[in-house]
């Protein structure tokens, strides 16, 4: 009988240290599905302000010169 007793507590220690270790996953799995879609936001940021500026770069690029011929032109 005292057996069955120990075997019982060990058993709960153990499920409780499962229980712990489940958690633990748990918890670093949400972190790390926190930090990928940071990530993921920083990256689609950085590839939305690279665009403007480009776009911007173009306009300059093309509108400078048009701008120039125009002055200077007349």
Known sequence: MAEDGMSKKQQKSKQKLTQKQRE?????????????????????RTKRIFTIVVCVILVLALGIPTMAIAVLGS
């Open 24 to 44: 633990d996953r748990v918890k670093a799995a949400e972190e790390r599905a926190k930090r990928e879609a940071a990530a993921k936001e920083r990256k689609e």
